[in-house]
């Protein structure tokens, strides 16, 4: 019995020395005899790879390429759309309805793509500006409060400077409701107390 035990013992000690305590930390790699997919081969967003021609690991969709469970002639198809067709857009196109539930999808995009860099405002101050990144544009400046709606989808789409392209990522229609949250923004930085309602006023006071 003792013989046993002191095998037991030292067969936990051997593996343990080979194999280590998984997930401890150290400033080594560690021995992986089965590497379980903890390291993978992968590209990060908005990284550079020198594979492709125009080093972006971002890559468009392929011409004609169909999302999952829609169809080519579907007319809610945003695969469809011809973005080259809005650049120049003053308004809205007619396929946005300009309603509540547009801007409040236009704020979640915004909060889940946009705020991290441009700020809960609008105005560049995202916390990425604390890790070394450049401020953007703040959207409350005259030649983006004065910029054809088409302007702010377009680099959205495209991207511009530091700022990579969401076209790939983020539905036309989806990108509209950006454009139109990001107007509210704008607007909101410059409202007074005299764009309430008087009926409304005292909710503002409490």
Not at 23 to 45: E, I
Not at 175 to 202: C, F, H, M
């Amino acid at each position: 019995m003792k013989t046993a035990v002191i095998i037991i013992l030292l067969t936990a000690l051997a593996t343990t020395g080979i194999l280590g305590w998984r997930g401890r930390t150290s400033t080594h790699r560690p021995v992986q005899y089965w590497n379980d997919m903890t390291d993978q081969a992968k590209y990060l967003p908005q990284k550079t790879s020198a594979f492709f021609a125009d080093g972006r690991v971002d890559r468009l969709p392929p011409p004609g390429v169909i999302a999952w469970g829609r169809s080519a002639t579907s007319a809610d198809d945003d695969f469809t759309i011809n973005d080259k067709d809005f650049y120049a857009q003053q308004g809205f196109p007619s396929f946005v309805t300009m309603d509540r539930d547009t801007l409040m999808r236009g704020k979640m995009l915004f909060e889940n793509n946009c705020r991290v860099c441009h700020g809960a405002t609008g105005v560049g101050n995202g916390i990425t500006t604390q890790y070394g990144m450049n401020n953007p544009p703040s959207y409350l400046i005259d030649r983006l409060r004065t910029a054809p709606n088409g302007y702010l989808y377009q680099v959205i789409t495209e991207g511009k400077g530091q700022m990579g392209p969401y076209g790939p990522n983020v539905k036309p229609r989806d990108r509209w409701a950006i454009v139109a949250y990001v107007r509210v923004l704008q607007r909101a930085a410059s409202g007074t107390i005299n764009d309430v309602p008087e009926n409304k006023r005292a909710e503002m006071d409490k």
